[in-house]
């Protein structure tokens, strides 16, 4: 084994990368003073670990680098590879020739590599230990070497025979292999305390696995039973859900009988209203002719006795008149005319009679219909606030039903967790019950065991707080179902309000009816109607322009204390439409048929709506244009 060359780079007074070919045999190294002799010998202690800048005749390690000279700037790095031949295998390494690299930066840091791989000091100290040329050995012998070996003290001679026999490298070994075996005794002497402390805590851990395994088989108890009520509970709810739906299908025909009963009943109470109107013209007439006749019977009688005071008189002085012949003769046709006039007036009368106690059946007729109107309006509404009151019953079971699978299907899945978890903790159990050499084994059992016991009580805190979450969210929404149910039942409610102004108005002998009764839709559109109308629809009151009456109402429905009305004044008001046209459909007032005094309240109802065939037609007509509504065949209404 020889060294076959030395390369330098950036070491010292090297700067630039020189390489030295070194021959087997003695090489000499000559020149003039300054010229870096002693720099090679420096690099070659540098590069086999020497990290002591005073050897290195330096102050600190940094001075290895180039530090510029003249027109070279300062280096950042100093390297220098130390190229042995190992034809031999002297060294311990399967390669014929070996680098040994160090590099060095100016922060510091330092690299070692060997035949190109990285490697550490410590690899590259040993590599070279074994042959004895390593950085503490023998072969180097710088100046001032020999006098200091010469001079030293027989302990200090010793260190340098043992370094060249080698016996230097097994010292560090061996002292290295004691510091390891104290540390490896202080790690002994801490496990035995650890094994002791275990052994300590063997019996309430033991206690503790048994307590844990009897929680777990009650635990397991009680969700077999929760199990078994939740499977039960659904089974209940299910026989809810049916009666529920069968009672609601049941209520959806009443509830169908009910409201053709009610259309045949407005029929019928149109109708009578009909006669009624034209039996109080016929009545009007009759009252007018009876006054009419009867100014005519007084003035005949006026004549008739002014004729008989003359006839009376005409013996008593002479008559220069007309002719009382004549006078006699128009005083007898008065008296038959008279006669006639009577007779007139008499059967005008008994007809008025008639016509009167006919109005009043026929008032009577209307009263007694507008009261079955009102008990089927009100029957109507009990039937289907009693359907809204199953359909929520119903949505109520079955979302309770739901809620039961859902915590039946967890219920089993925690089921399952726990059977696991009572093997895991008999498992882990009998190993806590082994003594010796098991017992730190044993210990860690146990606290995983207890981590997982841990781990499972936060799941099931986390779940129980996922119910309560979830039952704050049903109480949401059941209070968000009572306020729908509330406004439901407030439009569900029998018209009390319109019928208490009605009767006010009719009191007063005024006309007065329902919104229902006057405006009608043709084409298919009453249910867009209704809807359009909102409360006016149902309670809707068709006022006369008095105010004086508008008041009486306004009082009895003060003094009633009961339901609501929307009270629509008639008037002289000309219908109108809008400037524009709806981008689809057509106005829902084209559609609508009412008197002509109502023209102005409706058009200010129903100006702005528009009908439409479909929900997507309604939506284009809002985003067109949203001051519009509108509305569908069906009663969907769409916008503000």
Known sequence: MH???LTLKGFKSFASSTVLKLEPGICAVVGPNGSGKSNVVDALAWVMGEHSAKTLRGGKMEDVIFAGAGDRKPLGRAEVTLTIDNSDGALPIEYSEVSVTRRMFRDGASEYEINGAKARLMDIQELLSDT????EMHVIVGQGRLSQILESKPEERRAFIEEAAGVLKHRRRKEKAQRKLVSMQANVDRLQDLTEELRRQLGPLARQAEAAQKASMVQARIRSARVMLTAHAAHTLSAELDRTTRRSAELAEQVAELQQQHEQSSAELNRTEEELRTALEAAESARTLWYRLSA???????????????????????????????????????????????????????????LREEVQEREEAAREADREHM???????????????????????????DAAKQEAARSSVAVEHAQEALEAAEGESQVAAQQGDEARGAGEGLEEA?????????????????????????????????????????????????????RAARQLEASARSVAEAVTAEGGWAKALSSALGPAAVHGV???????????????????????????????????????????????????????????????????????????????????????????????????
């Open 132 to 135: 004895g040329i390593g950085r």
């Open 375 to 401: 008990a089927q309006v009100r029957a109507i509404a009990d039937r289907r606030e009693g359907a809204v009151r199953l359909l929520t019953q119903h949505e109520a079971a079955q979302a309770r039903l």
């Open 542 to 640: 068709i006022t006369p322009g008095d105010m004086s009456i508008v008041d009486a109402m306004v009082s009895a429905l003060a003094e009633a204390e009961q339901g609501r009305a929307v009270l629509l004044a008639e008037g002289d008001g000309e219908p109108w439409r809008l400037s524009t046209t709806p981008p689809v459909g057509t106005w829902l007032l084209d559609h609508v048929r009412a008197p002509k005094e109502l023209a102005g309240a409706l058009t200010a109802l129903l100006v702005d709506v528009v009908a439409v065939g479909d929900a997507q037609q309604a939506r284009e007509v809002v985003e067109k244009d949203p001051r519009l509504r509108a509305v569908t065949r069906q009663g969907v209404l769409f916008g503000a």
């Open 3 to 5: 060294l076959k060359s």
């Open 450 to 502: 207890m981590s997982r016991a841990q781990r499972e009580a936060a799941s099931a805190e986390a779940h129980a707080e996922s119910i309560r979450d979830r039952e704050r969210a049903l109480e949401r929404e059941i209070a968000s179902l009572q306020a729908h149910i509330g406004a439901w039942e407030d439009q569900l409610r029998p018209a009390e309000g319109a019928a208490v102004a009605v």
């Open 296 to 354: 005519v019977a007084e003035k005949n009688a006026a004549t008739i006795r002014i004729a008989r005071d003359r006839a009376e008189n005409v013996e008593e002085a002479a008559w220069t008149g007309p002719d009382p012949a004549g006078l006699l003769a128009r005083a007898e046709r008065a008296e038959e005319e008279q006669i006639e006039l009577d007779e007139a007036v008499e059967e005008a009368f008994e007809r008025l009679e008639t």
